[in-house]
Every structure is written in structure tokens, then in C-alpha cells.
């Protein structure tokens, strides 16, 4: 509760009853999941990740398929150079939680709030962790957080607003992306139709993030994933390319491949910290 403000008037979210409300009267209903929708009167749910994607990237996760990428963020949120830092860990795009979950297991001091905007992601992540809470919001509009109460921001494979990121931001906090390469699932994008990656998305990933994007330190990370069908249908599933084949077709697609099925996980993990005395203009 120390972290929200209200999503219209910016004011203090106190507890009353099965809600949220602010000194202005807005009220915020807590779901009985455990989540509660601060979006803005311009936010949009219309990209939000469905059950079925978010059901997906739970098997995913909890196959261990991403491990390298969850050590990497995990390493870089609790770095000992953090300890000094007073603050949250904001995971900004959180899908069901899964990486703020193992942050918070290498950080027993801080608490965590997940924040996406999908409720179904929210309604997972508001049951990952007892010292973390989950937020339905906008990440393009404001973000439902106040002022540096955040020492470490996470931004996992999704939108970010750079502008937002740093007002939340602590002095001496850090941010941590992750973003795919341009090899990442590249075995995949051909026979399942799936997007792929933009050639210019490190050029718009400093972009995006303004001041804090000139002070971005950049770590590749690859592997080689060995997958079974299932576990192949699940990496289609959890993304932007879902539901571009229809069932048919997606299981005629899944039946020409010989598995093991061999895919190459590459993504790039970029870490920001901000100063102490602040980023400069």
C-alpha cells in the first residue's frame, strides 16, 4: 500500500474494506485473487495477454526453459551494490510473475509489486509471492507507483516507458531489460508464422528510454533449447505471434517437426543505474 498512488489524481491509496480508495474519492475494487486494477481513465487492455498465453508462458517458466535469462535478471536485481538502496522491486510487464518471484527469493529485504495489463497475469502474480502485490495498469500511461519508491525496476519482453521509469525510480536504483536478438526462437518464425524480432530494437530500446537508455550496459545471453512438442506449442502460445495459425494449422505445423526440437533462446539483458545524485537531463 506504501508504494500505490491513484491512477486519476495521483493522491494516497488507503485500505477500506474490498477496496482502495484515494482522498479524492476514487476507489479501486480489490479482486478476490488478491490483484486490483489501478488503469488510468486512457488506459487500454486491448494487447492485454490472454489466460491461454499466460497459462503458456507459466509452462515455459516453470520448465526451466528460460533459466539463463532468470539467472541473468536475477543476478543483476540483487546485486550487493544494490544493498544500500532503499526501495521495491517493480516488475513492469510482470505476465504471471515468475522472475520478480525468484528476485525477491535473492532479495528477503524487499518487497515487489507486479504490474501488467492483463488481469489474468495479475490474478497469477497476486499469488506468487507473499511479499508482493499485483497491479492491473497501463504501462504506456503513468505507472500506478509513487515517486522513487523503486530500487530495482525489472522489464521482461515487454513495453516500457521510459519517461515513467525513471519518476518511479530511487536515487542509486537500477533498471534491468531484456530484450530478444534477433536469433532468439528463429527456428520457430517459419514454420508458425511467428513475428520477428525488429533489427532495430536495441536503437528504440535506448530510445524509449530517454536519459536512462545512454547509460545502458548491455550483456548477451544464449542457449540452446532441446524441446518436446508440448513445449514447443507452449512457446508459440506465450507471445505476440499467438493465435496466428489456427488450431489445424498449428498442429499440422507441430506434427512436421522431429523432436527433441532443437531452438536457440538469445536475448540481450541491458542494466541502467540511475545515480545517486539522479540522471541528468
Known amino acids: 500500500m506504501a508504494l500505490l498512488r491513484c491512477p486519476h489524481c495521483g493522491g494516497d491509496l488507503r485500505q477500506n474494506g474490498a477496496s482502495l480508495i484515494c482522498s479524492g474519492g476514487h476507489t479501486a475494487n480489490i479482486a478476490r485473487q488478491g490483484n486490483v486494477s489501478l488503469l488510468g481513465k486512457h488506459s487500454g487492455t486491448h494487447t492485454a495477454d490472454s489466460a491461454e498465453m499466460i497459462a503458456a508462458r507459466e509452462n515455459v517458466l516453470g520448465a526451466g526453459l528460460f533459466e539463463p535469462v532468470v539467472e541473468a535478471v536475477v543476478a543483476a536485481a540483487s546485486d ?84 515513467e521509469i525513471e519518476r518511479i525510480l530511487a536515487l542509486g536504483g537500477r533498471l534491468v531489460v531484456v530484450t530478444p536478438e534477433p536469433e532468439h526462437l528463429q527456428e520457430l518464425i517459419a514454420p508458425f508464422s511467428m513475428i520477428s524480432v525488429d533489427p532495430d530494437k536495441e536503437k528504440r530500446l535506448k530510445q524509449s528510454l530517454g536519459p536512462l537508455g545512454e547509460v545502458l550496459e548491455d550483456h548477451p545471453v544464449a542457449w540452446v533449447m532441446n524441446l518436446s512438442r508440448s513445449e514447443v506449442g507452449d512457446l508459440v502460445a506465450m507471445g505476440p505471434s499467438a493465435g496466428r495459425l489456427g488450431p489445424e494449422e498449428l498442429e499440422s505445423a507441430l506434427d512436421r517437426l522431429g523432436y527433441p526440437f532443437a531452438v536457440t533462446g538469445s536475448v540481450r539483458v541491458s542494466v541502467a543505474d540511475v545515480p545517486a545524485a539522479g540522471v541528468p537531463d
Request: hydrophobic share 45%; charged share 25%; net charge negative.
Open 80 to 163: 550487493p551494490a544494490l544493498d544500500g538502496v532503499e526501495g521495491a522491486v517493480a516488475d513492469l510487464g510482470s505476465g504471471p510473475g515468475y522472475y520478480l518471484e525468484r528476485v525477491l527469493e535473492a532479495a528477503p529485504s524487499r518487497f515487489g509489486v507486479a504490474i501488467d495489463n492483463s488481469k489474468f497475469a495479475a490474478r497469477r502474480a497476486a499469488r506468487r509471492h507473499p511479499r508482493a502485490g499485483a497491479v492491473v495498469a497501463d504501462l504506456w500511461e503513468e505507472i500506478p507507483l509513487k515517486d522513487h519508491c523503486v530500487a530495482v525496476a525489472i522489464n521482461i519482453f515487454a513495453p516500457r516507458n521510459g519517461e
